[in-house]
Nanobody
Framework: QVQLVESGGGLVQPGGSLRLSCAAS????????GRWYRQAPGKQREWVAT??????????TYVDSVKGRFTISRDNAKNTVFLQMNSLKPDDTAVYYC?????????WGQGTQVTVSS
């Protein structure tokens, strides 16, 4: 059974940094796409970043609002996908979710809260 577990959220001041982790079990994460989404209070869930499988070159894409500030990456030995978030803004406040797509099914983690506030 595939499971995704996020960690690394917390409270940070504007301009600060956090690194989110998404640890996978029950599958070899490196051969599947890894995505981060976020959902702010009262808003729809929003796609943030994607990293392609290692078999597809591992390219990355980002929503415009985080380009140049966030970096998605993998550690294949740890079966984990990361989201490094720098220069955080109050608008980045949300629950962040990890996602993958395997055999025509979406898998989601439980989410981790990120709050950017002074």
């Amino acid at each position: 059974q595939v499971q995704l577990v996020e960690s690394g959220g917390g409270l940070v001041q504007p301009g600060g940094s956090l690194r989110l982790s998404c640890a996978a079990s029950g599958t070899m994460f490196s051969i599947y796409v890894g995505r981060w989404y976020r959902q702010a209070p009262g808003k729809q869930r929003e796609w943030v970043a994607t990293i392609m499988p290692i078999t597809s070159g591992g390219s990355t894409t980002y929503v415009d609002s985080v380009k140049g500030r966030f970096t998605i990456s993998r550690d294949n030995a740890k079966n984990t996908v990361f989201l490094q978030m720098n220069s955080l803004k109050p608008d980045d406040t949300a629950v962040y979710y990890c996602n993958t797509f395997i055999a025509s099914r979406d898998y989601w983690g439980q989410g981790t809260q990120v709050t950017v506030s002074s």
